[in-house]
C-alpha cells in the first residue's frame, strides 16, 4: 500500500482538491491584476468549487505510473481551466441558458455575457500557456500534452463535436447512435485525456498508456450516464445545477434512450469495464479504481 493510499478516498480527494486548487491559485492572475474585471470572473468560475475530477485522474494515473511524479497538478491544472472554460460557455444564452452552475448563478448572470464569453476564451488560453511552461518538463512532451488536450477539446471526435451533436441534437428522436456520437466526445474525450495526460506526463510504456486509455473511456461513458441519471432523479439544490434541463430542452441523454434502470446497469457495466483495465497495474491502479466506483455511485 502506498502512502497515499493509507487514506480513504473521500479524504484523498479532499486532498487532491486542495493541491489541484493551489497550483490554480498561483497560475490564475489574481483579481486585482488588471484588467480586474476578467480576473474576477475567471476566478468567480474556477474556484466555485467542484470536484476537480479530471485533475484528480490525471494524478493518480501518473502516480499509477511512478508514485514520486513531482509537479503533475500543474498539468493536472489544464484539465480543469478547459472543463470550467466549457462551463461557462455552456450556460451562456446562446447554448444551454442556464442560471445556475457548481450551486452558485452562472457566470454570465453575475459578470453579463460578454464578460462571461472573455472568461471561458481567457480559461482556455490559459490552459496551454500552462503546459507550455511547466517547469521541468522536456520541451518533447510538453508537445504531447498540449496534442493530447487540444485534441480532446477539438472538433473531431472532441468535446466540441460533442456540443455541437448534442445542439443538433435536440427535439429529434433519441437514438443509441446519435447518444453515443454526442457524449464520447463531449464527456469522454476530456476524461479518457485526463488519465492519458497523467500518463504521458510520468513516462508511461506504450502498453502503460493503452491500459489507461481504456480506463478513461469506460470511466467517462460511466459519468455521463450517470450524470444523465442524476439530472432526473435528484433535485438543483442536490446537484448544483438546474435538475431536469436535458428532459425540457429534450436533449438525447442515456435515460431517454434506454430508461433509467437499463442505464444505471450500463454505468454498473462500465465500472466493471474501467476495473478489468487497469489489470496491467495490480495494486499501483488502486486509486483508479475506487475513482471509478465514486464515478458510479456518486449522487451529485
Same mark, same amino acid.
Given at each position: 500500500?502506498?502512502? /497515499?493510499?493509507?487514506?480513504?478516498?473521500?479524504?484523498?480527494?479532499?486532498?487532491? &482538491?486542495? @493541491?489541484?486548487?493551489? =497550483?490554480?491559485?498561483?497560475?490564475?492572475?489574481?483579481?486585482?491584476?488588471?484588467?480586474?474585471?476578467?480576473?474576477?470572473? *475567471?476566478?468567480?468560475?474556477?474556484?466555485?468549487?467542484?470536484?476537480?475530477?479530471?485533475?484528480?485522474?490525471?494524478?493518480?494515473?501518473?502516480?499509477?505510473?511512478?508514485? !514520486?511524479?513531482?509537479?503533475?497538478? $500543474? +498539468?493536472?491544472?489544464?484539465?480543469?481551466?478547459?472543463? /470550467?472554460?466549457?462551463?461557462?460557455?455552456?450556460?451562456?444564452?446562446? *447554448?444551454? $441558458?442556464?442560471?445556475?452552475?457548481?450551486?452558485?448563478? /452562472?457566470?454570465?448572470?453575475?459578470?453579463? !455575457?460578454?464578460?462571461? &464569453?472573455?472568461?471561458? !476564451?481567457?480559461?482556455?488560453? %490559459?490552459?496551454?500557456?500552462?503546459?507550455?511552461? %511547466?517547469?521541468? @518538463?522536456?520541451?518533447?512532451?510538453?508537445?504531447? %500534452?498540449?496534442?493530447?488536450?487540444?485534441?480532446?477539446?477539438?472538433? @473531431?471526435?472532441?468535446?466540441?463535436?460533442?456540443? &455541437?451533436?448534442?445542439?443538433?441534437?435536440?427535439?429529434?428522436?433519441?437514438?443509441?447512435?446519435?447518444?453515443?456520437?454526442?457524449?464520447?466526445?463531449?464527456?469522454?474525450?476530456?476524461?479518457?485525456?485526463?488519465?492519458? *495526460?497523467?500518463?504521458?506526463? +510520468?513516462?508511461?510504456? /506504450? +502498453?502503460?498508456?493503452?491500459?489507461?486509455?481504456?480506463?478513461?473511456?469506460?470511466?467517462?461513458?460511466?459519468?455521463?450516464?450517470?450524470?444523465?441519471?442524476?439530472?432526473?432523479?435528484?433535485?438543483?439544490? =442536490?446537484?448544483?445545477?438546474?435538475?431536469?434541463?436535458?428532459?425540457?430542452?429534450?436533449?438525447?441523454?442515456?435515460?431517454?434512450?434506454?430508461?433509467?434502470?437499463?442505464?444505471?446497469? *450500463?454505468?454498473?457495466?462500465?465500472?466493471?469495464?474501467?476495473?478489468?483495465?487497469?489489470?496491467?497495474?495490480?495494486?499501483?491502479?488502486?486509486? %483508479?479504481?475506487?475513482?471509478? !466506483?465514486?464515478?458510479?455511485?456518486?449522487?451529485?
Amino acid at each position: 500500500m502506498t502512502k /497515499t493510499q493509507q487514506f480513504s478516498l473521500q479524504e484523498y480527494l479532499a486532498e487532491q &482538491v486542495k @493541491v489541484v486548487d493551489r =497550483a490554480l491559485d498561483e497560475w490564475v492572475p489574481v483579481e486585482t491584476v488588471a484588467p480586474e474585471s476578467i480576473h474576477r470572473a *475567471m476566478r468567480y468560475s474556477l474556484f466555485a468549487g467542484g470536484k476537480r475530477i479530471r485533475p484528480i485522474l490525471a494524478i493518480a494515473a501518473g502516480r499509477a505510473i511512478r508514485e !514520486d511524479t513531482v509537479g503533475i497538478e $500543474n +498539468a493536472a491544472c489544464a484539465l480543469e481551466l478547459i472543463h /470550467t472554460y466549457s462551463l461557462i460557455h455552456d450556460d451562456l444564452p446562446a *447554448m444551454d $441558458n442556464d442560471d445556475l452552475r457548481r450551486g452558485r448563478p /452562472t457566470c454570465h448572470k453575475v459578470f453579463g !455575457d460578454a464578460l462571461a &464569453v472573455l472568461a471561458g !476564451d481567457a480559461l482556455l488560453t %490559459l490552459a496551454f500557456e500552462v503546459l507550455s511552461r %511547466l517547469p521541468g @518538463v522536456a520541451a518533447e512532451r510538453k508537445i504531447r %500534452l498540449v496534442e493530447e488536450l487540444s485534441r480532446a477539446s477539438g472538433t @473531431v471526435g472532441g468535446m466540441i463535436a460533442g456540443q &455541437v451533436h448534442d445542439i443538433e441534437g435536440e427535439r429529434q428522436t433519441p437514438t443509441a447512435m446519435l447518444l453515443e456520437s454526442i457524449h464520447r466526445a463531449k464527456t469522454g474525450a476530456l476524461l479518457r485525456a485526463s488519465v492519458r *495526460m497523467g500518463a504521458i506526463y +510520468a513516462g508511461a510504456s /506504450t +502498453a502503460e498508456l493503452a491500459s489507461l486509455s481504456e480506463y478513461g473511456e469506460h470511466a467517462g461513458l460511466a459519468f455521463q450516464i450517470v450524470d444523465d441519471v442524476l439530472d432526473v432523479e435528484e433535485s438543483s439544490e =442536490a446537484l448544483g445545477k438546474t435538475a431536469g434541463k436535458d428532459q425540457a430542452q429534450q436533449k438525447i441523454t442515456f435515460p431517454a434512450v434506454y430508461g433509467l434502470e437499463r442505464s444505471r446497469q *450500463m454505468a454498473e457495466d462500465e465500472r466493471e469495464a474501467a476495473h478489468a483495465a487497469l489489470a496491467l497495474f495490480g495494486d499501483r491502479a488502486g486509486r %483508479l479504481r475506487q475513482i471509478a !466506483d465514486f464515478i458510479v455511485k456518486r449522487k451529485a
